[in-house]
């Protein structure tokens, strides 16, 4: 089994802060994505990387995949009180098979006015 | 173009009861997966199910749970005699692509869950 640990588990910052969110496996990913959750909602797709050390942008999101393809990290710079909510990486196992897509362990991030 | 429509939003059973959870995927998409997601944790797989078929079912519990797809409707996850440890928020997504290796264009489009209360 593939897992996925993201830190921190739990984030609070000030309207403004800069902060990054890590996920980290000890197994090789084909492609991670990153997705947002707000609460009694699903999951909505951030962002897909597939090459080793691809960096993407999104907005105020910055993506980056791990050159060796198991990690990846999500920056976010002057958090808006819009950015609150669960933030979880999923991998697509190197393997093929995308319907075992691993989520990680979520990053629940709080942005206070 | 609506999305992913799941429900009941919110379900109670009582122990020993059946629940039926149902998901109609976006218009297009004959790729169906459910998953299950308890408090404060990731998303876990279930099952991954095309028209008709069930493709892989490595995630789902050998007793009581059961899922379709049927050729006409929508894709009905089963729980039978519930218990309270099954008390969860499940969701479904859709993809309209076959799975492959690593694709930017894999997306899965989810929909807003039904969150399932055991009393």
């Known amino acids: 089994t593939q897992l996925l640990e993201q830190s921190p588990q739990f984030l609070s910052i000030q309207e403004g802060e800069n902060l990054t969110v890590y996920c980290n496996s000890s197994s090789v990913f084909s492609s991670l994505q990153w997705y947002r959750q707000e609460p009694g909602e699903g999951p909505v797709l951030l962002v897909t990387?597939?090459?080793?050390?691809e960096v993407k942008k999104l907005k105020r999101l910055t993506f980056q995949f791990g050159d060796a393809r198991k990690d990846s990290s999500l920056h976010i710079t002057a958090a808006q009180t819009g950015d609150t909510g669960l933030y979880l990486c999923a991998g697509a196992p190197n393997s093929g098979g995308y319907q075992k897509v691993t989520f990680g362990t979520g990053t629940k991030l709080q942005v206070i006015p | 173009n609506a999305g992913v429509m799941q429900n009941p939003r919110h379900l109670v059973r009582r122990r020993g009861q059946e629940a039926r959870l149902r998901c109609s995927p976006m218009?297009?998409?004959?790729?169906v997966y459910w998953y299950r997601q308890l408090p404060e944790e990731g998303l876990k797989f279930m099952v991954y199910l095309q028209k008709e078929n069930i493709i892989d079912e490595s995630g789902m519990p050998k007793e009581r749970f059961s899922a379709e797809f049927p050729k006409e409707g929508p894709s009905i996850l089963r729980i039978q005699q519930v218990v309270r440890g099954d008390s969860a928020a499940y969701f479904c997504?859709?993809?309209?692509?076959?799975?492959?290796?690593?694709?930017?264009?894999?997306?899965?489009?989810f929909g807003s869950g039904t969150q399932l209360s055991v009393l």
């Open positions: 218009k297009g998409h004959s790729h």
């Open positions: 990387v597939v090459t080793g050390g």
């Open positions: 997504a859709s993809s309209p692509l076959k799975p492959g290796r690593g694709s930017t264009n894999e997306k899965l489009f």
